[in-house]
C-alpha cells in the first residue's frame, strides 16, 4: 500500500503547507519549554556539585502523579471549566510541586549527602544515582502490590491501578482554539503551558540572580571555597539547589499531563533523557541555557519528524546534539551558571 | 617609633598539625595574632602558609592542636559560620567570584550582614571604594574579566564588606608587579590603622617584614623562627 506507508527519509522533498509549518513551530516551542523547565534540575544541581543527578527524571514522574492523583481525589472532570478548573489546575500545580520538590530533597538526603561528605569520587555519586532512579521509577511501578501489602487495595484501588500501565490526567479545563488563520491553530492548553513555563522559568532566573539564596547559590557555583569563607553555608545551598530543581519539575509535570494527557511509572526516562540533552545542548549549568536548549530541541524534534517521519524524531534530536557539541563542546550558550548572569 | 603597643593576642594558634589524606602538611605550628597588630606567616612555596590559613578558616580539618578566636575555640567551626563571628579571608590569587560584577562580588562579602542596602552598607561600600579607587571604576565589570592586581583588590575589599575584627590575606603580593605590591601593601596598612587586626601570609618576606610587627617564619610545615619585626619603616617608602 504505497498511499499510506510512512514517508521515507530518502524522499524528504514534499513541499510542507505554510499552516504546517507554524502548527510545528507553535507545538516545538510548547514542548520545548517544558523540556526547558524540567531541565533546570539538571543544570542547577550540575552547576553547583559538578554532578549530574540521573534521578531528576524520577523527581519529574513522581510531581506528574501527584498531578494525577490530586485530579482523582477532586473528583475532576474532563472539560467542565468555570473557576472550579482553574482552582483545580492549581491545586494539581501544588501538588506536583511539592512532591517533586520533596522527592529531590529525599534523594540529596539518602542517594548523595553521605557521600559527599565522604569526599567519594564522582562515579560513585552517579552509580548512586542511577540506583535511586530505578528505586523511585519501581516502587511507582509496583505501588498495587506495596498498597496490597499494607491491605489498601481498596481504598486505594483508584490510584494504584493499573500500575504498569499509562494513567490518564483528566484535565477539568476544556481545550479552546483561540487561533485558527487557514490551518494554523492556536489551542488554549498549549498557550497556557508555553506561557506558564516561561514564566517559571523567568522566576526561577530572578531568583537565583536577585535574592540573596540565590546569589548564595551563584556564589557556590563559582568558587565553593571563596563562597565558604563569605558565609555560604554550602549544605543548605545544596539542598536548596535540589528544592529548586523539583519545584520546576514539578510544574513541568504537570504542564506536559496538560499537553500529553498521560504518564506511567517510567514516563521519567526517556523525558529525562531529552531534558537532559536540552541542558547539555544549552549549556550545561547555564540556566537561560536550559530554555535554549528546549526550546531548539523541540523544535528540531518537531521538524524532523515531519520531515523524516515521526520514528525519526529521536534521531534527528540526538544528531542536532552531536552536531553542536563537536562545534561548540560547552553548549550553545557555554558552561556555568555564574557566567549567565547578563 | 620602633614598635607600636599592642594589645592582647585576639588570635591565638597552638600546635596545630594538618594532614592531606596520609601526608602531613604542617605540624605543631603555633604563633599569635596581637589585637589591633599585623602578624605574618612568612615562607617558601609548599612551606604550609596557605595550609595554615585554610586551617585557621575552617576550609581544612585540625587533625591536632586548637584555634582559639577572642577566648573561644574555633577549631572546630565550620569556615561559613567564622564570618559572622569577626574572622574573614581574602583567598589567594583569583578567588573572587568569575561571573559577578565588582559591585556583586562586594554584597557577597556582606553575605552574612542582616543590615545590606543600609546607610551602614553603603558607608563601607564607599570605603571599599575609597581604599580601591580602580573597583568604583569597574564596579559592573564582571570580576573575571579583570586583571590578577584587579581582583586581588576585590578579594580583599570584598572581606572587608565582612566588617572582620580580623582579616586573613593569603599572598596579597602573589603575581602582582611591584608598584602594585607597593600600593597593595600601603592599603593593607591603611586597613590595619583603620581598626582591623591583620594575618598576613606571605612569600615575599622584605616587603611582609617591613609591614608587620610580628613575624613567624614556616619552614617544611614547622615554625622555625618567631618574632617582634623593626616597625617604623614606611612600607610606602
Same mark, same amino acid.
Given at each position: 500500500m504505497p498511499g499510506t506507508s510512512p514517508p521515507s527519509p530518502l524522499e524528504p522533498n514534499r513541499v510542507v503547507p505554510l499552516s504546517t509549518f507554524l502548527n510545528l513551530t507553535f507545538t516545538g516551542l510548547v514542548v520545548g519549554a517544558i523540556y526547558g523547565l524540567f531541565a533546570l534540575g539538571y543544570t542547577l544541581v550540575y552547576g553547583v556539585l559538578r554532578l549530574i543527578n540521573f534521578a531528576h527524571s524520577e523527581v519529574f514522574m513522581w510531581g506528574s502523579f501527584a498531578a494525577v492523583w490530586m485530579m482523582t481525589l477532586l473528583n475532576a472532570r474532563a472539560g467542565s471549566g468555570g473557576p472550579a478548573a482553574v482552582l483545580y489546575l492549581l491545586l494539581a500545580l501544588l501538588a506536583a510541586m511539592a512532591v517533586s520538590g520533596a522527592v529531590a530533597l529525599l534523594v540529596e538526603r539518602v542517594a548523595y549527602r553521605r557521600l559527599r561528605e565522604k569526599k567519594s569520587p564522582p562515579l560513585v555519586a552517579l552509580i548512586s544515582a542511577i540506583g535511586a532512579s530505578f528505586m523511585l521509577s519501581e516502587i511507582m511501578g509496583l505501588r498495587d502490590r506495596i498498597a496490597g501489602w499494607l491491605n489498601l487495595d481498596g481504598v486505594l484501588g483508584d490510584y494504584v491501578r493499573p500500575a504498569r500501565e499509562n494513567t490518564q490526567f483528566v484535565n477539568p479545563l476544556p481545550n479552546a482554539t483561540l487561533l485558527d488563520v487557514g490551518g494554523f491553530q492556536v489551542r488554549s492548553t498549549q498557550l497556557i503551558v508555553l506561557v506558564a513555563a516561561l514564566a517559571m522559568m523567568i522566576a526561577l532566573e530572578q531568583f537565583v540572580r536577585r535574592s540573596r539564596l540565590g546569589r548564595g547559590v551563584r556564589a557556590v557555583s563559582q568558587d565553593a571555597e571563596a563562597a565558604a569563607l563569605m558565609g555560604v553555608d554550602q549544605k543548605r545551598v545544596v539542598q536548596l539547589t535540589f528544592l529548586l530543581g523539583g519545584l520546576m519539575a514539578g510544574a513541568a509535570a504537570l504542564l506536559y499531563l496538560m499537553h500529553i494527557g498521560v504518564t506511567r511509572y517510567n514516563v521519567g526516562f526517556i523525558l529525562g533523557i531529552k531534558a537532559f540533552t536540552a541542558a547539555v545542548l544549552g549549556g550545561i549549568g547555564n540556566i537561560r541555557g536550559a530554555l535554549l536548549g528546549g526550546l531548539v530541541l523541540g523544535l528540531a524534534e518537531n521538524y524532523g519528524s515531519q520531515l523524516f517521519g515521526s520514528a525519526w524524531k529521536d534521531v534527528v534530536s540526538f544528531l542536532l546534539l552531536v552536531v553542536v557539541l563537536l562545534f561548540r563542546p560547552t553548549g550553545l550558550l $557555554?558552561?556555568?551558571? $555564574?557566567?549567565?548572569?547578563? | 617609633m620602633s614598635e607600636r603597643a599592642l594589645g592582647e593576642d585576639q588570635l591565638v594558634v597552638e600546635g596545630l598539625s594538618v594532614n592531606y589524606g596520609r601526608i602531613e602538611a604542617i605540624r605543631d605550628v603555633s604563633f599569635r595574632v596581637p589585637a589591633g597588630g599585623i602578624a605574618t606567616l612568612i615562607g617558601a612555596n609548599g612551606a604550609g602558609k596557605t595550609t595554615t590559613l585554610k586551617t585557621v578558616s575552617g576550609l581544612r580539618t585540625v587533625r591536632a592542636g586548637r584555634i582559639v578566636f577572642e577566648g573561644e575555640d574555633i577549631s572546630r567551626v565550620p569556615s561559613h559560620q567564622l564570618v559572622k563571628r569577626g574572622l574573614c579571608q581574602a583567598p589567594e590569587g583569583r578567588g573572587t567570584f568569575p561571573g559577578m560584577t565588582v559591585e556583586e562580588n562586594l554584597d557577597m562579602g556582606a553575605?552574612? @550582614? +542582616? #543590615? @545590606?542596602? +543600609? *546607610? *551602614?552598607?553603603? =558607608? #563601607? /561600600? #564607599?570605603?571599599?571604594?575609597?581604599?580601591?579607587? @580602580?573597583? *568604583?571604576?569597574?564596579?559592573? &565589570? =564582571? *570580576?573575571?574579566? /579583570? +586583571? %590578577? %592586581?584587579? &581582583? &586581588? /583588590?576585590? =578579594?580583599? %575589599?570584598?572581606a572587608l564588606m565582612s566588617r572582620p575584627r580580623v582579616l586573613l590575606l593569603d599572598e596579597p603580593s602573589m603575581g602582582l608587579a611591584p608598584k602594585l605590591i607597593q600600593q597593595i601593601f600601603s592599603i593593607i596598612v591603611e586597613i590595619n590603622r583603620q581598626g582591623t587586626t591583620v594575618l598576613l601570609v606571605e612569600q615575599n618576606a622584605a616587603q611582609a617584614l617591613r609591614t608587620a610587627d610580628v613575624a613567624y617564619v614556616l619552614e617544611t610545615g614547622s615554625v622555625a623562627r618567631a618574632g617582634r619585626c623593626a616597625h617604623g619603616v614606611d612600607p610606602r617608602g
Open positions: $557555554g558552561e556555568s551558571l $555564574g557566567k549567565a548572569r547578563a | 553575605y552574612t @550582614r +542582616s #543590615d @545590606r542596602k +543600609s *546607610a *551602614a552598607y553603603r =558607608a #563601607d /561600600m #564607599d570605603r571599599v571604594f575609597t581604599l580601591f579607587p @580602580r573597583l *568604583a571604576e569597574r564596579r559592573a &565589570q =564582571a *570580576a573575571g574579566t /579583570m +586583571s %590578577g %592586581g584587579e &581582583q &586581588q /583588590m576585590l =578579594a580583599i %575589599g570584598r
